[in-house]
């Protein structure tokens, strides 16, 4: 990937004409301009590419669900960012298997990946494309003498989508290639290890919050990333420092966690529609609404953002045997996605309101993982309102993906004070750990262990990419210590080599890049 350049090439296309982000409709740019400098003649061409931005990770392409993407040589259904991000995260983990023969399918779940698994190089190039155009925003935002009132503003909106994908990379590749705004263009990007990238990012991420004019919550439009966001990727990176860079900072991550509880956000505790447990509501086509709990999510609507990944991925691919897909407000099911028993298990399902589960014609047992009646299905993610009433099309989704909760917040909290945390005292962790309990419907906890905690967080948090670094920070990713069904290849599970906790840089990319390594463990 000679990141940088793609961007020159997005300019060519026509970006949406109905933004995911309401203050971001536009009209498109002119698909002959192609270049920067004819591009980028007002603040309404500004405007539409951060817009453009935003849909990156809501849609393949600027087109629709059936148009080019905007990386070519990616199948677009398959390579958007969210649904690749679920691939490395989720699929790989024991939350769920997937029957399909898909390329890569098989081998991210079965943890049998290598330095040329196309799956793991489509959600690589996204991250990265990504990356790309948050810096040429930046580079050009920054260079610009027009008049646009809201250029720091909306820098440091690119500044902060840049990190949010800066943060995908150190978690899932480690040592990756960097280019920002201050990298010639065309130039190959250098590599940067995973301990400097932490730094860059520490630096840049406090910079984003002490420093810069990005709206805070109370002046954010939904869907549009703001400072409490920026301070969860923060505690994100230092809740897994020990992983990045071998030294723990609990008491940092704490103080960030302490800052989020005064911005104002809570549990979302009261079923607004009567239909549906609060918790589900979070996970409907009206949980735009939810502004309470949500801090950031990624915009869905089955008339103006059409995508065969994000949600429409978590509703379609999780549906069928019996399950009746109007009563998940979608016109079918693609019967491809199930869970493990180990996770399944993990749940009281008399008591605990998370257990939204399909368990009519299924079998616990996935003797077959191409057989969909093997496994237990999810029903989390609906197309339908906390009403009751369809989303507006049965074909795509109006149901948003949270990418940050208010609920991880108190759990990270609680880990923070398991781990000895001198800001957070263990008191008080267990009281953040048992209001996410109480809400659930499960009787508190009078204290914390890893287990405890590892397990409240897969029931919590199932389906929003935090499992596969949950497992990987204890240590239970890889090894022995705990097994599920086809882990390692086999039926019952079995333990991988550990350095498939990091993905390997593609093949494809060592190929043209030559200031890349390859991981350790990985061909080179």
């Known amino acids: 990937m000679k990141t940088i350049k793609y961007i020159l090439a997005s300019l060519a ?47 393949s392409g600027y087109l629709g669900p059936n148009g080019d993407p905007s990386i070519s040589g990616l199948d677009g259904g398959m390579s958007q ?3 690749g991000m679920f691939h490395l ?38 991250m990265f494309f990504q990356i790309a155009q948050c810096n ?42 960097f280019a920002d705004e201050t990298s010639v263009v065309g130039q190959t ?60 900072q609990w008491d940092k991550c704490a103080n960030v966690l302490k800052d989020i509880m005064d911005d104002g956000y809570s549990l979302h505790t009261t079923s607004v529609g009567g239909v549906y447990s609060p918790y589900q509501e979070l996970f409907l086509a009206d949980n735009d609404q939810r502004t309470d709990e949500i801090i950031f999510a990624i915009e869905q609507n089955g008339n103006d953002t059409e995508s065969w990944g994000v949600t429409c991925y978590l509703i379609f691919a999780f549906t069928g045997g019996s399950m009746k897909a109007d009563d998940l407000g979608i016109s079918s099911g693609w019967e491809g996605c199930r869970m493990t028993p180990e996770f399944y298990h993990k749940f009281d ?67 923070c004070a398991m781990n000895g945390s001198s800001v957070i005292g263990l ?3 267990i009281g953040y750990f048992n209001q996410v309990r109480a809400r659930a419907g499960l009787p508190a906890v009078n204290g914390l262990d890893k287990d405890l905690l590892l397990d409240e ?48 840089i593609p093949v494809s990319d060592m190929m043209v890049n030559p200031n890349l390594e390859q991981n350790d463990g990985y061909t080179k």
């Open 349 to 415: 399902t008399a008591k605990d309101q998370r257990a939204i589960f399909w368990t009519d014609g299924q079998t616990e047992d996935v003797t077959e993982l191409g057989t969909f009646t093997n496994g237990i299905g999810f029903q989390k993610y609906k197309n339908i309102t906390s009403a009751g009433n369809p989303g507006v099309a049965a074909g795509h989704p109006d149901t948003d993906f949270p990418m940050f909760r208010y609920a991880d917040v108190l759990l990270m909290a609680a880990e």
């Open 427 to 429: 008191s008080e962790g």
């Open 89 to 126: 995260c989720e699929l790989s983990t024991d939350v769920y298997v997937c029957g399909w023969n898909d390329e890569g399918v098989p081998d991210v779940c079965k943890m049998q990946w290598d330095q040329s698994t196309g799956l793991i190089y489509s959600i690589y190039s996204r």
């Open 189 to 248: 990007p250098v590599r940067i290890t995973r301990a400097d990238l932490y730094t860059w990012l520490e630096t840049e991420l406090k910079d984003i919050i002490d420093n810069s004019v990005l709206a805070d919550r109370a002046a954010t439009e939904y869907g549009r990333i703001n400072k409490t966001a920026v301070k969860m990727i923060l505690a994100k990176l230092y809740l897994n420092a020990e992983v990045y860079t071998g030294t723990p």
């Open 457 to 504: 967080r897969a029931r919590e948090l199932y389906l929003e990419l935090w499992r596969r670094q949950d497992l990987v920070r204890y240590n239970r990713f890889t090894t022995a210590d705990y097994l599920w069904q086809w882990k390692g290849g086999v039926h019952d599970g079995q333990a991988v080599e550990d350095y498939k906790n990091l993905f390997p």
């Open 81 to 83: 960012y969210i649904r």
């Open 136 to 177: 040429e925003f930046i580079r050009q935002a920054q260079a610009s003498n027009l008049a646009m009132p809201n250029k720091d503003e909306w820098i440091a909106e690119a500044r902060a989508l840049r990190a949010l994908s800066y943060y995908h990379a150190i978690d899932n590749f480690g040592n990756v290639p």
């Open 13 to 59: 296309v026509a970006f949406v004409a109905v933004s995911c982000v309401k203050d971001l409709k536009v009209t498109p740019i002119d698909p002959n301009m192609n270049t920067a400098d004819k591009a980028f003649t007002s603040a309404d061409d500004f405007n539409a590419f951060l817009a453009g931005i935003y849909t990156g990770y809501a849609t």
